[in-house]
């Protein structure tokens, strides 16, 4: 599969609110549990063995060194330490090594074996509370696999805000980003309504949107989201409205197709934050109604382009 047809497949995945999971173990025992990934953001899965594992001295306890692939350095992340788990010497000779993509930061992941690749919808991926233990939940959403196992995906962008924080969200530009632009009242007084499963994610947004004082509502998937709108008193009132597009219950895409397609929501501006930043995903939520689009690791300027696009919605509405 090409490059494009790579990226097609994963936007014709999501718009049909359906993804498309790496599954993998961490360790080779039986009782151990399955783990998953989206299959676009990985690239490939190397045998550790044949790799030689260069050291940093200094480095996070997760991050066990660098290796050479086709002439990268390409940092390697210990997953089953993440988890809690230490693998012997005898594992790690044994173990792959997942090397991902995440927002066009490469990585390596340890793990024992992948096991298969699976298609699900996204009303069969599940956030349990029980999972969610404030901060600290490693583990975003579940499904079950075709003999009943139940498999887990885990939230990644917290394990590389752990080990890699220079590549994530400069939360303390977000409010600088601000500086000599004129704020809606509507968006002063409103409350933004975002629709993000990540945990790391939302602490972003939400230390981003405190820092300028600027009302907010997280729900943990898109049809929590809906749901919440649909009893909404004045729709007309939400001044933006921030979506991821992989998320449980409900895609991204789905959320925006939804909210366009209805009178009372239509001309609320819906920015897509998202580590699926390919041109294709970015054209395909544009064409579905979506007006602004912007990488997870650049959300420090979400604020100023939910300004930026509440005052092109008010000049078009002027304009009828």
Sequence with gaps: MSLLE????????????????????????????????NVFKTREVVESKRHHLTQIPGAHPLLEGTIVLREFQIPILNLPRWLGHELSDQ????????????????????????????????????????YRLGDDGLVINDTRLDDGSLC???????????VIPQAMVNVEKAVDSLAGIEVPQKLKNGVVLIAEDSKTAQHHLRLIFEHAHIGYKIFNNGKDMID??????????????????????????TVIQRLKANPETKSIPIIVNSSMTGDNN???????????FIDKTKSENILPLIVEKMNAMEMKQLSR
């Excluded at 699976?118 to 009303?123: E, G, H, L, R, S």
């Excluded at 887990?152 to 752990?162: G, I, M, Q, T």
């Excluded at 970015?282 to 602004?292: I, M, N, P, Q, Y």
Aim: net charge negative; with cysteine; aromatic share 8%.
């Design 6 to 37: 790579h990226v097609d497949a994963a936007t014709n995945l999501a718009k049909n609110n359906e993804v498309q999971l790496l599954v993998f173990k961490i360790d080779a025992d039986e009782p151990s549990p399955y783990y998953a990934i």
């Design 91 to 130: 594992a790690k000779r044994m173990s792959n090594l997942l090397i991902c993509d995440f927002n066009g930061i490469i990585i390596g992941i340890r793990i024992m074996y992948a096991y298969r690749v699976v298609k699900k919808n996204w009303n069969e991926m599940h956030a349990p509370d029980s």
């Design 228 to 253: 919440f709108i649909a009893r909404h008193p004045n729709p007309s009132s939400i001044p933006a409205i921030i979506t991821d597009i992989e998320m449980p219950e409900m895609s991204g895409f």
């Design 282 to 292: 970015k054209r395909e939520a544009t064409g579905l109604g979506a007006d602004g």
């Design 152 to 162: 887990l995906v885990l939230d990644y962008e917290k394990l590389l805000a752990e």
